[in-house]
């Protein structure tokens, strides 16, 4: 345990030393400047709107959960929720870690069995990933013929389209389980390869009956106001910041950062997300420095704050877990 902890740390002051090469690398002095240009009851608007997109991520997970327990309450969801999004801050994990968590905390908390929590974390990623690849699609076509991004960013949505891909073969796991088993030809592998098709198979049954085509609807237009969120604070940031950009460079920007964060380089895709953001910028004209201040100041909204927000969260549920263990314990004396 305390050697991955070792080398979650080491990725993180990784990240922080790659954020802090750019900087420097753009000009230290000239990104102070411009960052100080933000008026704190600005990014006090900005944290209540990233307020809004925790809560509307949140009831989504809230709107799946009430299917199967209907006194779970809202506040314990987001509580969840929350903690998951401090797990997918801290690692490499493209929000799979996160979502591990959640699963385990909300199983911890209620009644409901590990496939229908995993049957909830499937749809639930499929509304989120849905909007996010059709306007990345877009995105990519645009600049395509427009601009000579870094193919990395294209690299980052052919594996986005992947994960999806790997997402929809998931309900067809025990045909792969079945090819796997002929080549193996091992009866361990066999019955764990059973165990593992069957609980998908109740899991992928459960998830197709989860949701009417009105709630379909319901969480697809959520999931898009989510994603067109974003590109609204960063329009939101530049402008605070003195800057004159078109909301289609914004939505550039945004999601081509969000693409190359998809990739499980370091923890909560540090430097390579600023990097990303800042080169698109230079494509309407401002400097590295400018492009970076914008990426800066809409990190510490979008990820810096969040972090911290799910960070003590994270620490509440873990003494109320240590407390309700202890008193149970005493209990039983």
Excluded: C
């Excluded at 996010?132 to 995105?139: A, E, K, R, T």
Aim: proline letters at 2%; a positive charge.
């Amino acid at each position: 345990m305390s050697f991955k902890k070792n080398n979650l740390y080491l990725l993180y002051i990784a990240g922080i030393l790659v954020l802090t090469f750019l900087v420097f690398l753009v000009g230290f002095d000239e990104v102070k400047q411009i960052i100080s240009r933000v008026h704190p009851l600005n990014l006090l608007y900005l944290a209540i709107l990233q307020i809004l997109t925790i809560l509307m991520t949140g009831y989504i997970w809230f709107f799946l959960i009430r299917k199967f327990n209907q006194e779970v309450s809202l506040t314990t969801v987001l509580g969840i929720h929350l903690a998951g999004t401090f797990v997918e801050s801290v690692t490499p994990s493209v929000k799979l870690g996160g979502e591990t968590a959640k699963v385990y905390l909300m199983r911890q908390r209620t009644s409901i069995s590990y496939q229908e929590l995993t049957a909830i974390t499937l749809v639930s990623k499929y509304f989120s990933l849905i909007p996010f690849v059709i306007i990345s699609f877009f995105v990519v076509i645009y600049t395509l013929f427009t601009w000579d991004l870094p193919v990395v960013v294209y690299l980052s949505f052919l594996s986005l389209i992947f994960l999806l891909i790997l997402f929809f073969l998931f309900f067809r796991l025990d045909l792969m389980g079945k090819s796997l088993g002929r080549i193996f030809q091992n009866k361990k592998i066999l019955d764990k390869l059973e165990k593992v098709t069957n609980f998908i198979k109740e899991a992928s049954g459960i998830s197709r009956k989860l949701t009417k085509l009105t709630d379909k609807w319901q969480l697809m237009l959520i999931a898009f106001l989510v994603w067109i969120l974003y590109p609204v604070k960063v329009y939101l940031v530049s402008n605070t910041l003195g800057f004159e950009i078109s909301f289609t460079l914004l939505v550039i920007a945004t999601f081509t950062a969000y693409l190359v964060n998809m990739l499980p380089l370091l923890p909560g895709g540090l430097g390579s997300f600023e990097g990303s953001m800042a080169l698109v910028f230079t494509y309407a004209g401002l400097t590295s420095a400018e492009g970076l201040s914008i990426a800066l100041v809409t990190r510490f909204i979008t990820f810096w704050f969040p972090l911290v927000l799910s960070a003590g969260v994270a620490v509440l549920l873990v003494y109320n877990r240590k407390a309700s263990l202890i008193k149970s314990q005493q209990e039983t004396k």
